[in-house]
């Protein structure tokens, strides 16, 4: 499958993705509790954070909340999206920096470090051999210490669990959703935009280039992944 184009993503042009997202993603709200929570307990370590496929900014919102003080930075590749976190963390002033970019581009050609970084719902565009090297490039921009949180549409190895998630995260989009357009575009989006992999993979990807990781929680096709760039390791080459 080649790379998604910008039509795939309907909901830029429609201008209505943080309502379809709340509606058809499964636990969208419970899983932002648990990136907050993490973060709390973090403390005052968080001084710094980066935000990668920020959208509209829900993401960013939950970590400048939930760090205070912490100076965030929100990357997407589309000004649309961006125009709408601007507005959302528009109260956050100079704790915010706007970023239009490609997620890998930004990680290649940035030396800053954070303390935190987040993706929610961006990665399971990227194919497995690019999900395995933003995942060096997101270790590699990571003070030691520091905590990658993925949030993501993920998939299963089995092939009975994939078809009974798929038709779980359909059935839950079908009973919140009643734009029939829209319904039809985000199955579409799903089936044939996305590239999801099981989380237990990315897991292992991850340790890979040297994290720390674990699945914190999962609702069948949508995972929280918490992975820590140990403190005592150098990039890895």
Not at 175 to 195: C, K, L, M, S, Y
Not at 213 to 224: I, K, S
């Amino acid at each position: 499958m080649s790379a998604p184009e910008r039509d795939d993503f309907f909901y830029i042009q429609q201008g209505n993705y943080d309502n379809i997202a709340e509606l058809s993603l499964p636990h969208y709200h419970e899983a932002h509790e648990l990136i907050a929570m993490i973060l709390k307990e973090r403390g005052g370590t968080v001084r710094s954070a980066l935000d990668l496929g920020a959208g509209s900014g829900q993401t960013a919102l939950t970590v400048l909340r939930a760090a205070h003080g912490t100076q965030l930075t929100a990357v997407d590749l589309f000004p649309e999206m961006l125009a709408d976190a601007r507005r959302r963390l528009e109260s956050f002033g100079s704790r915010v920096q706007f970023v239009e970019s490609d997620n890998t581009a930004f990680l290649t050609s940035s030396p800053r470090r954070f303390d935190v970084i987040t993706s929610a719902f961006c990665l399971h565009h990227l194919s497995r051999t690019g999900k395995q090297e933003i995942f060096k490039l997101i270790f590699e921009a990571l003070n030691p210490g520091g905590v990658f949180l993925l949030l993501d549409l993920t998939t299963f190895t089995d092939p009975t669990l994939q078809k009974i998630s798929r038709r779980s995260t359909e059935h839950y989009m079908l009973g919140r959703v009643q734009d029939e357009r829209v319904r039809a575009e985000w199955i579409h989006h799903w089936n044939e935009v996305n590239t999801p992999d099981p989380a237990d993979s990315q897991v292992g990807w991850m340790a890979d280039v040297g994290f720390q990781a674990e699945t914190v929680c999962r609702w069948l096709e949508v995972a929280l992944v918490a992975a820590t760039r140990p403190t005592d390791v150098n990039d890895r080459t």
